[in-house]
T-cell receptor, first 113, second 111 residues
Framework: ETGVTQSPTHLIKTRGQQVTLRCSSQ?????VSWYQQALGQGPQFIFQ???????GRGNFPPRFSGLQFPNYSSELNVNALELDDSALYLC????????????FGSGTRLTVV | LAKTTQPISMDSYEGQEVNITCSHN???????ITWYQQFPSQGPRFIIQ???TKVTNEVASLFIPADRKSSTLSLPRVSLSDTAVYYC????????????FGTGTRLQVFP
């Protein structure tokens, strides 16, 4: 079975621009969560999608938005990028059983200049 | 969601057993305890999960006392490749299953 894949792996954007990050969930998983991890910190929960519906949101502004598609892949969109948005963005997928926790991708390293 | 407290860092040597304790005084009845491992520039990797007593897999053991207010991740005979950050999380996996990470424990293994 394939794991969670994220694209791109690295990205450099200018302040004020918009960015879209993509995530393919692990086969058989219907839930996708997005996390932001600043250097030296633990991952911070952005939001979760379950069967194409948002299923919980962390303390992030509305310029962070997402989508989940019928094949359970997902996108994270960030508008009006700020310098503090520079971070590792992680996608995690899970199934209804949660028997083996969440499976994380390797992340997208976003740098805003 | 229950908050967790872990040591910021720990040092060990190859071949030793490492025990990382996590405090979760406000754990709820439906909460499970899960540990993740993270290497630099990679996503966290699931290690082990438990509800009570002891759980063991091929990687680690998880000890949970009867009051469930703490848990201990035990890594037998660590190697250099076990150098990583270890996160303890608690949550209701059937309801509010959005993982809340703390700052984790940075384990450094020396030769």
């Amino acid at each position: 079975e394939t794991g969670v894949t994220q694209s791109p792996t690295h990205l450099i954007k200018t302040r004020g621009q918009q960015v879209t990050l993509r995530c393919s969930s692990q086969s058989g998983h219907n839930t996708v969560s997005w996390y932001q991890q600043a250097l030296g910190q633990g991952p911070q929960f952005i939001f979760q999608y379950y069967r194409e519906e948002e299923n919980g949101r962390g303390n992030f502004p509305p310029r962070f938005s997402g989508l989940q598609f019928p094949n359970y892949s997902s996108e994270l969109n960030v508008n009006a990028l700020e310098l503090d948005d520079s971070a590792l963005y992680l996608c995690a997928s899970s199934s209804d059983s949660h028997a083996y926790g969440y499976t994380f991708g390797s992340g997208t390293r976003l740098t805003v200049v | 969601l229950a908050k967790t407290t872990q040591p910021i860092s720990m040092d060990s040597y190859e071949g030793q057993e490492v025990n990382i304790t996590c405090s979760h005084n406000n754990i709820a009845t439906n909460d499970y305890i899960t540990w993740y491992q993270q290497f630099p520039s990679q996503g966290p990797r699931f290690i082990i999960q438990g509800y009570k007593t002891k759980v063991t897999n091929e990687v680690a053991s998880l000890f949970i006392p009867a009051d469930r207010k703490s848990s201990t991740l035990s890594l037998p005979r660590v190697s250099l490749s076990d150098t990583a950050v270890y996160y303890c999380l608690v949550g209701d996996m059937d309801n509010t299953d959005k993982l809340i990470f703390g700052t984790g424990t940075r384990l450094q293994v020396f030769p």
